[in-house]
């Protein structure tokens, strides 16, 4: 799979199914559900740290990875029995954690320092960090199986402007170079990787393409990326791109590129119909779905676009509360709400019975299932 945030692999736990995290907390703590997607029902619950701000599995899927926004700590637990398998201590406010897709290191966004932990997933120890002095304050990763790189997109702390930096993922000398440019919404990730993992796609107010050559930086801009805040570049060379909240479409890029002479190339782009106040973006497993949330904006109600990647039909279902949004399968995703979780099935664009959290005084944040190279 290529980097982007529905790269999900399943894995056959002990039990023989995978499952769905959602990350919730109450007035003084924080708490993992697992949800069992055969049954829809909450088979554990796991008490974690105060704040659970972001959660990832590794690619083998034995181990969640919950990073701890108060306690400046990563929770490690394992996915075969939920026990707790230590915590790898992170900098100031970590907002985002990935593990690269071979499995031996990980990486936080430590957005209140600003810095960059790198710890080992596999025996849970720290191997660096990575500081940002007072350039920019660190909030998405990303990154793909074919490319040498890890991204971290920053927020410019003024008069420093937005960038992205990249972290050689084989070597002990982390800080290699930055791209400068767009204006992040650091609400969203706004990275993206080429599926050949050469070409880093920097979404934002005005849109880059870079890679590596030498040594030095190759880049450019296209005003066709302007304005975009997110996206996922497929397998088969589609780039789907979601917009700023006034604009009701999406743009997509069929093999978006950039050659050594600093030239922009693609064989197709379009503007597919979509609406306002677009929130997350993911693909299922397959890439056979693209799905696209709504917070409410100028209609009363938010909701969720399942766009078929084949012949680029949509549907759409509004929901009342929209919140993260995971793929298990090709058949079923899982939208969060305030205090619940909504289960779809893809086939028919039909939401099932809501799995209930808790009461008023639980708030979902965080839901994921699967393996991911690039933070929600």
């Known amino acids: 799979m290529n980097m982007n945030q ?22 003084n703590a924080g708490y993992i559900a697992v949800i069992d997607p055969t049954t829809d029902e909450i088979i554990k619950r796991i008490t974690t740290g105060r ?31 939920f026990r707790p398998l230590g915590g790898i201590p992170v900098g100031n406010k970590p907002v985002a954690i990935l593990i690269e897709p071979s499995g031996k290191r990980g990486y936080v966004a430590n957005y209140g320092e600003p810095s960059v932990t790198v710890f080992d997933p596999i025996n849970l120890k720290v191997i660096g960090s990575v500081p940002l002095k007072n350039y920019g304050m660190p909030f998405a990763i990303a990154c793909n199986e074919k490319s040498p790189y890890v991204y971290i997109a920053c927020k410019g702390i003024p008069p420093f402007e937005d960038f992205t930096t990249m972290i050689i993922i084989n070597s002990d000398e982390y800080l290699l170079l930055t791209i400068k440019g767009p204006v992040f919404d650091q609400t969203h990730n706004p990275l993206t990787v080429h599926p050949n993992g050469d070409k880093l796609v920097d979404i934002g107010n005005i849109g880059f393409i870079a890679y590596v050559v030498t040594g030095n930086i190759i880049e450019n801009t296209i005003s ?131 799995i209930v959290i808790g009461t008023t005084y639980f708030r979902v944040k965080n839901v994921i299932s699967g393996y991911s190279n690039q933070t929600s």
């Open 224 to 354: 066709l990326l302007d304005n975009t805040v997110s996206g996922v570049y497929l397998d088969n060379g589609l780039l789907f791109c979601t917009m700023r909240e006034e604009r009701d479409f999406l743009k997509l890029f069929r093999n978006l590129d950039i050659d050594e002479n600093y030239n922009i190339t693609y064989d197709d782009y379009k503007e597919i119909p979509s609406y306002k106040d677009q929130d997350k973006i993911r693909t299922s497993p397959s890439q056979k779905y693209i799905g696209v949330t709504f917070q409410p904006g100028n209609s009363p109600l938010g909701g969720l676009q399942i766009i078929d990647a084949d012949n680029l039909s949509s549907r759409f279902v509004e929901l009342a509360s929209i919140g993260d949004l995971a793929f298990f399968s090709d058949t079923k995703a899982y939208v969060g709400g305030f205090n619940h979780v909504t289960p779809f099935d893809l086939a028919t664009a039909r939401p099932l019975p809501p």
């Open 6 to 27: 529905t790269a999900q692999h399943s894995r056959n736990t002990r039990s023989g199914v995978s499952y769905v995290y959602v990350s919730y907390v109450t007035s």
């Open 51 to 81: 704040n659970p701000t972001a959660m990832c599995l590794n690619p083998s899927g034995d181990k969640l990875f919950v990073a701890d926004g108060l306690g400046n700590v990563v929770l490690v637990y394992s996915t075969d029995d």
